[in-house]
């Protein structure tokens, strides 16, 4: 257990975790979301399925940045000094996550709710635009989560000074 715990291994699976969390958030947002719309043929079923993966990425984006965010400090604490940056990249991220799913993407989720508890997509109803806006400030917390994302894996791929 304890070569486990080696800054070296902890190193690694902070890259490991890293690497895989934001390769998912990369294949769901620009692969995945894309051919579920292209798919399918009915835009409201679509956004439904695309919100459900959105939804439980984002809770994992949640949990994943805390657990990443643990890792960092201690590799800090071990004299890893090129994870302070790191960590509030993940603090970032944290915040972009967690204002994806629970304020965000509950909230869209009730507006599609309503509208089609009145018979309407949310499109055709009085929240398309308010639903609208929603989506774009998703879009962009989900971009600069990939951005970020991006420059995690990049700075703990860097070699540490032994």
């Known amino acids: 257990m304890s070569k486990l715990l080696h800054t070296d291994n902890l190193q690694r699976v902070f890259t490991l975790v890293s690497g895989l969390w934001i390769g998912a958030l990369i294949a769901v947002g620009f ?4 051919v579920i719309f292209s798919t399918l043929g009915d835009r409201q079923v679509a956004g439904v399925v695309a919100g459900h ?3 439980v990425l984002a809770i994992g984006s ?3 940045s805390v657990i990443l965010m643990i890792l960092a400090n201690l590799l800090v604490s071990r004299g890893l000094n090129a994870f ?3 960590r509030w990249a993940l603090l970032v991220m944290l915040a972009c996550a967690f204002a994806e799913a629970y304020i965000i993407i509950p909230w869209m989720d009730s507006l599609r709710d309503e509208a ?3 018979g309407m997509s949310i499109m055709e109803s009085a ?3 308010l639903f609208t806006r929603l989506h774009k400030i998703s879009s962009i917390l989900f971009i600069a989560q990939s951005i970020l994302g991006l420059f995690l894996i990049w700075r703990s791929t860097k070699s540490q000074p032994q």
């Open 53 to 55: 993966i959105f939804k």
């Open 116 to 118: 089609i508890g009145i």
């Open 62 to 64: 949640v949990s994943l």
């Open 31 to 34: 692969l995945v979301a894309p």
């Open 127 to 129: 929240w398309a635009d």
């Open 84 to 86: 302070r940056l790191t």
